[in-house]
């Protein structure tokens, strides 16, 4: 198998995990029991990201991939998804619970998650040969 459809494969199956995980999170109200599982999904979900953004631009827009302008690209897209999606968690009502010096030092943290998660995906991503 090509490096091309190893990485897409591993995306999905990366994608089925974060969706297997947020569904047993739900039913079992795991973000109210343990502290930690928002970090866990929003290191995840850094990583998925960070990997979709990779394989776009090594596979389909292989002229954009430059090692080091990447890193920054694929660092930036991950943080403008992580605020997009801590804009939906406000609206919709998530971070309530919390207070505001709180909820700001929550909204920090699953960023730095998020980033550091993209940042997993480069270092793996940037070990592959764009030969597939």
């Known amino acids: 198998m090509s490096p091309r459809l190893i990485s897409l494969l591993v995306i999905f199956a990366l994608v089925a995990l974060l969706g297997a995980l947020q569904q047993l999170a739900f039913a ?15 290191f995840l979900g850094g990583v998925v990201v960070g ?12 002229a954009f991939f430059k090692k080091y302008e990447t890193f920054l690209y694929v ?19 998530i971070d309530r619970e919390f207070s505001y010096p709180v909820r700001q030092i929550d909204t920090a943290i699953d ?5 550091l998660g993209a940042t997993l995906s480069y270092m793996v991503f ?3 040969k764009n030969n597939g």
Request: proline fraction near 2%; hydrophobic fraction near 60%; charge should be negative.
């Open 111 to 115: 960023l730095v998650m998020d980033v």
């Open 28 to 42: 079992h109200y795991l973000y109210w029991r343990y502290s930690w599982y928002d970090i866990l999904m929003h």
């Open 126 to 128: 940037s070990r592959f």
């Open 51 to 62: 990997a979709v953004y990779l394989w776009v631009v090594r596979y389909e827009l292989p």
């Open 75 to 93: 660092f930036a897209f991950s943080l403008l998804v992580g605020i997009l999606w801590e804009v939906f968690e406000f609206f919709v009502g």
